[in-house]
């Protein structure tokens, strides 16, 4: 039967999960730039409560056409090797998040941003600016088409090169579920001397992020592919979908 | 329908760099409410770094409940209920620019009440991300003209007194003003969400 939870004020919300050993340390000094900026004193908890539990639903009305096709944002077409990049947004308890806006950014295919900051002699490509966005189909699905951003140099340590990367920017539908992340390319040669990726010291978790290369859903004389899941933290079920049948006590 | 147990192993954080601006600059950001609304305030903030240096390469974005404490999200077991101010979106985002400044055009929203029978002081939860942070830090804006219902948060009395000034933002003539130091001397009081 449904199992009655009752909380002083009758209001129930979903608890989500609370990550460990998961995410990086803020304070990884082999990332330089951790160090002045990690905080230094223990995080407080905050417990998941309304402004937690919600968050905001942004959805197609910020996306135009062309916005998950980044070589179609010119004239003419960007140099580099045409890639699709495609995947599924999931919760830990393996269920799809639908509708939820991802925004991407990235190197072109040298390996410069077009960013006034980023000035190292990469060849700037007037076709290409490296931003996307799309919204998750309602099985959590999104695509891109893009071209694999090059290696690019960086100034943590003497000759400290990042590996090819894509950022990557997700809502899912709570405050909890927003996650800002990187994804790999599969046999990088750097990924072993790369200060970022290894603050991920769980060997299983860092290999979530770097994607798969998807032989199937290339396109023939088109475009290589590569395969990445998301995923998110999951809630426990919300009360009223939740019937505990079998778990009487 | 039966569901496995066996739980998904989480995608890890990583930053955001230095190239943010790229890809998460929203020409509307920093427009919870859209600009002429009636009673809207201006809250601005600066991001400091370990050595009391300007953070001029972050985003700030801002999460919040409308002005009558409703949310328009499902998953709010009072209802989802679309706000009567036209045009809120409870959501804001800023870059820092040159001087670690942000700036977020809102309305100050309305107490909540929590499961354990208590009420949250109005608030705006605030995440920071930037260059040389693996994983955003997140943390609250309280407002200074809500002393009462501060007293009684439940977040705000689990943080040692001595710190919970650093989540109080000042008074501006427009609006509300809140200084977040990543790290070091009267360093913000950050959370575990
Ligand atoms: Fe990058």
């Known amino acids: 039967m449904t199992e009655s939870v009752r909380t002083p004020s009758g209001l129930l919300l979903p608890r989500y999960e609370r990550p460990l050993g998961v995410h990086p340390e803020l304070l990884s000094p082999e990332y330089r730039s951790t160090v002045l900026r990690a905080p230094s004193k223990p995080l407080v908890l905050l417990p998941h409560n309304l402004t937690e539990i919600t968050g905001p639903l942004l959805g197609s009305d910020r996306i135009s056409e062309t916005d998950n096709d980044l070589t179609r944002q010119h004239d003419g077409e960007p140099v580099g090797q045409r890639i699709i990049v495609h995947g599924r947004v999931l919760d830990s308890d393996g269920r799809p998040v639908p509708d939820t806006l991802l925004e991407i950014w990235q190197a072109n295919a ?139 006590e | 329908m039966t569901t496995t147990s066996e739980r998904l192993g989480l995608t890890p954080s990583q930053t955001v760099g230095p190239y943010l601006s790229i890809g998460l600059t929203w020409e509307d950001g920093p427009y919870v409410v859209p600009e002429d609304t009636p009673g809207s305030i201006l809250v601005t903030g600066r991001v400091y770094d370990g050595q009391g240096q300007l953070v001029t390469d972050g985003l700030v974005e801002t999460w919040q409940a409308d002005p009558d404490g409703r949310f328009a999200h499902a998953d709010d077991p009072r209802g989802a209920v679309e706000s009567q101010l036209p045009g809120f979106r409870g959501f804001g985002r800023c870059n820092t620019d040159a001087d670690g400044s942000f700036r977020i055009v809102t309305v100050k929203p309305g107490p909540l009440p929590t499961p354990d029978g208590d009420t949250e002081a109005p608030h705006l939860n605030v995440s920071v991300f930037a260059r040389g942070l693996l994983d955003r830090v997140v943390t609250r804006l309280y407002f200074p003209d809500e002393a009462e219902a501060n007293a009684a948060d439940p977040v705000l009395n689990a943080v040692d007194p001595d710190r919970r000034a650093t989540l109080i933002a000042e008074a501006t003539p427009d609006g509300y003003h809140l200084e977040i130091r990543l790290q070091g001397e009267n360093e913000t009081v950050f959370f575990d969400v």
């Open chain 1, 110 to 248: 040298s390996g410069r941003y077009k960013h006034v900051v980023d000035d190292w002699p990469g060849p700037l490509d007037p076709n290409f600016t490296g931003v996307g966005r799309t919204v998750t189909d309602s099985l959590g699905r999104y695509r891109f088409t893009t071209v694999r951003p090059g290696a690019y140099p960086w100034k943590n340590h003497h000759n400290a090169w990042r590996p090819a990367h894509i950022h990557f920017s997700l809502f899912g539908r709570a405050f909890t579920q927003r996650l800002v992340t990187q994804m790999y390319f599969p046999d990088d040669p750097l990924h072993q001397y790369d200060p970022m990726l290894i603050t991920v010291r769980d060997e299983k978790a860092r290999n979530r992020l770097i994607s798969r290369f998807d032989m199937e859903t290339t396109e023939p004389e088109w475009a290589l592919a590569y395969e990445f899941d998301i995923v998110l933290r999951g809630s426990d079920a919300t009360p009223m979908e939740d019937p505990h049948d079998d778990d009487d």
